[in-house]
């Protein structure tokens, strides 16, 4: 396996036999119209980081190529596989029919929602972040198997989208001891 530094990533081609030859972890990662294009790179940063399935992107979230996706995700978008779906909702059905088994855990602050490091996490997983202000869709909310939270003890009630998936992922990541490949 190679690892790359941040400057050859910039500028080396994605080699599509290495990139095969990660072995992904079963999480998958959804955007519901983050519309931050540094979240959406960062996030594509993230889901190198942990080697996950794929990065789906809903809604109004642009995708690659971006130019400051881009230069958020260090060109991380060659190596991540990502798909595009119309909506959230629609990107979750079509994941439920590939496998039903697979635990839709959304990151939002709702009556059901619970701190994110007392959920119990299963594989295949799919995380769903949502807007920058208005969060995660009420219908992915419904549809959600948990809704996980961050504590909040300041006067901010909020997390910024990136940062919160980062936290959760490795959560999970550190509850199945990183062994999960």
């Known amino acids: 396996m190679i690892r790359l530094k941040a400057k050859e990533l910039r500028t080396v081609e994605v080699d599509p036999e290495i990139k ?8 998958t990662i959804i955007l519901d119209n ?3 294009t540094y979240n ?10 942990v080697a996950a399935e794929k990065v789906i992107l809903c809604g109004q979230t642009l995708t690659p190529p971006n130019s400051r996706i881009k230069k958020a995700s260090i060109n991380t978008t060659g190596w991540v596989d990502w798909e595009y779906a119309e909506t959230a909702v629609s ?11 697979v635990q839709i855990v959304a990151v939002e602050q709702d009556p059901r929602s619970v701190t994110f490091y007392k959920a119990d996490y299963s594989f295949p997983l799919a995380i769903v972040v949502g807007n920058e202000t208005t969060g995660v869709s009420k219908e992915v909310l419904d549809l959600a198997d948990t809704i ?6 300041g006067i901010n009630t909020s997390l910024n989208v990136m940062v919160s998936c980062g936290i959760i992922v490795y959560e999970i990541m550190k509850q199945h001891d990183g062994n999960i490949k």
């Not at 990107?91 to 088994?101: Q, T």
């Not at 996980?148 to 003890?153: C, G, K, L, Q, T």
């Open 40 to 49: 959406v790179g960062s996030v594509f940063r993230l889901a190198d980081a």
């Open 34 to 36: 983050v519309l931050d």
């Open 20 to 27: 095969r030859s990660i072995k992904k972890n079963p999480v």
């Open 148 to 153: 996980v939270e961050m504590p909040m003890w």
């Open 91 to 101: 990107a979750i059905a079509k994941l439920k029919a590939k496998n039903e088994k």
